[in-house]
């Protein structure tokens, strides 16, 4: 299972860290992403972690957030810096281990400019 938690309202410019507890299985195993979903659009990709410790950015985030996973806690989290208006959405956590990709329920945050 995910929990994702974090969301709330930040102003333009702003930071904020999204969390993913993760229960069930060892994240460190395990490839962990974040996607949002604005409304009215597609559910993207965000960042992604991979259990080999590699991390993959979206275009329009680079640079101002950062993946991390804490192992000992079992969490992922995402710091998010200079958030912008665009930033809002609903932002979820998927972990991939081989045969199951589990999502967690998301977590909402509003920019406010």
């Known amino acids: 299972q995910l929990q994702a938690y974090g969301g709330g309202l930040v102003q333009s410019g702003g930071s904020l860290r999204l969390s993913c507890l993760v229960s069930?299985?060892?994240?460190?195993?395990?490839?962990v992403g974040w996607y949002r979903q604005a409304p009215g659009k597609e559910r993207e990709l965000v960042a992604g972690?991979?259990?080999?410790?590699?991390?993959d950015y979206a275009a329009s985030i680079k640079g101002r957030f950062t993946i991390s996973r804490d192992n000992a806690k079992n969490t992922a989290y995402l710091q998010m810096n200079n958030l912008r208006t665009e930033d809002t959405a609903k932002y979820y956590c998927k972990l991939d281990v081989p045969r199951l990709t589990s999502w967690g329920q998301g977590t909402l945050f509003t920019v406010s400019s």
């Open positions: 069930g299985t060892m994240i460190r195993f395990a490839d």
């Open positions: 972690s991979t259990s080999r410790n590699t991390t």
